[in-house]
């Protein structure tokens, strides 16, 4: 009796250890990031939350949620416009984030309400600042905020 109870006590710890841990690296991984350059960004994929200042919805974005990856090792980004996909080459500086190369497949969505204004800001030949605070990643344009991602 002594050394099945003593079993799950060891069972038991081991348990509590290990969700301490998960909770801990879950925690750091999804709310640290914060402030500025190509660290901020981590290498992550953002769905977009915000654009013009209204919130985005499923209903309204074609086949999903509009959504950039960007990878800052090799400076790409990839996403989807809710419709078609892009991808591209991103440089990053201290606080802003240049989209060049851009590529967009030509598919027809009619349910794809974000697309336009989404890629108008991308497929600019001038960079947007960008903040990271608390998880959610902002684009600003001339001091306006035109778009906010959280991480997915």
Aim: proline share 1%; hydrophobic share 40%; aromatic share 12%.
């Amino acid at each position: 009796m002594k050394t099945t109870l003593k079993k799950y006590l060891i069972i038991e710890s081991i348990f509590i250890v290990l969700v301490f841990l998960f909770n801990l690296i879950n925690t750091n991984s999804t709310y640290c990031y914060s402030g500025r350059g190509a660290d901020s960004l981590t290498s992550a994929t953002w769905m977009l939350k915000t654009l013009n200042g209204n919130d985005v919805v499923k209903e309204k974005a074609g086949k999903e949620i509009p959504y950039l990856t960007l990878n800052t090792k090799e400076n790409t980004v990839f996403g989807s416009t809710g419709c078609n996909t892009i991808n591209g080459i991103i440089t990053v500086s201290d606080d802003e984030i240049r989209f060049k190369d851009m590529s967009m497949t030509k598919m027809f969505c009619d349910d794809a309400g974000y697309e336009q204004d989404f890629v108008s800001y991308l497929f600019k030949d001038t960079g947007l600042n960008f903040k990271v605070e608390n998880g959610i990643l902002i684009f600003y344009e001339q001091n306006k905020a035109v778009m906010s991602f959280e991480r997915k």
